[in-house]
T-cell receptor, first 114, second 113 residues
Framework: DGGITQSPKYLFRKEGQNVTLSCEQN?????MYWYRQDPGQGLRLIYY???????QKGDIAEGYSVSREKKESFPLTVTSAQKNPTAFYLC?????????????FGEGSRLTVL | AQSVTQLDSHVSVSEGTPVLLRCNYS??????LFWYVQHPNKGLQLLLK??????LVKGINGFEAEFKKSETSFHLTKPSAHMSDAAEYFC???????????FGTGTRLQVTL
């Protein structure tokens, strides 16, 4: 079945540690996105990538980094510079290079900083 | 700048009664509008979308939404709620700019027996 796989589903991190969240898709979609979800705040865009080896900052990119070395993969690193990293992180993709709004989402990764 | 406002953070209905989840949009351009559903600890799933064709849009699981330009609204409705509809619902808008999909803050729908 085609879809988006995020791992790990749950992750605990100590303050000061970097952590990388994996996102893999087998939908042959061109564009991929990372969103952060906090209770009562909806989804906020962290980074997005429309093509391999290229990505752009979203609304809340500070303290995060990404790479897009393969079309299928778009990992997100939460760095120690992110002041409040505890959140639910969602990866998504769309067909084509512009966001038509029809996003396909993974099941998310919940990061907790201890 | 575009934005969406979901007017209720929490809605509770009895099973078998109608559902109304409210969304207002603000945009300088004709927006594309969407409703997504999220079950606990899951990703979001597209319910329906409006892209300037018919103003009444039918989606999955019996949901529909009506685009009303005069009221800048895109409310989500369902004639009869089912227990499985209990989830969080997000309204979103997109003026076509790459990746600028703006989400509302969500409405949690509770369905009681």
């Amino acid at each position: 079945d085609g879809g988006i796989t995020q791992s790990p589903k749950y992750l605990f991190r100590k303050e000061g540690q970097n952590v990388t969240l994996s996102c893999e898709q087998n939908l042959n979609h061109d564009a991929m996105y990372w969103y952060r979800q906090d209770p009562g705040q909806g989804l906020r865009l962290i980074y997005y990538s429309q093509i391999v080896n290229d990505f752009q900052k979203g609304d809340i990119a500070e303290g995060y980094s990404v790479s897009r070395e393969k079309k299928e993969s778009f990992p997100l690193t939460v760095t120690s510079a992110q002041k409040n990293p505890t959140a639910f992180y969602l990866c998504a993709s769309t067909r084509g290079t512009t966001n038509t709004g029809e996003l396909f989402f993974g099941e998310g990764s919940r990061l907790t900083v201890l | 700048a575009q934005s969406v406002t979901q007017l209720d953070s929490h809605v509770s209905v009895s099973e078998g009664t109608p559902v109304l989840l409210r969304c207002n949009y603000s945009s300088s351009y004709s927006p594309s509008l969407f409703w997504y559903v999220q079950h606990p600890n899951k990703g979001l799933q597209l319910l329906l979308k409006y892209t300037s064709a018919a103003t009444l849009v039918k989606g999955i699981n019996g949901f529909e939404a009506e685009f009303k330009k005069s009221e800048t609204s895109f409310h989500l409705t369902k004639p009869s709620a089912h227990m499985s509809d209990a989830a969080e619902y997000f309204c979103a808008s997109n003026t076509g700019t790459a990746s600028k999909l703006t989400f509302g803050t969500g409405t949690r729908l509770q369905v009681t027996l």
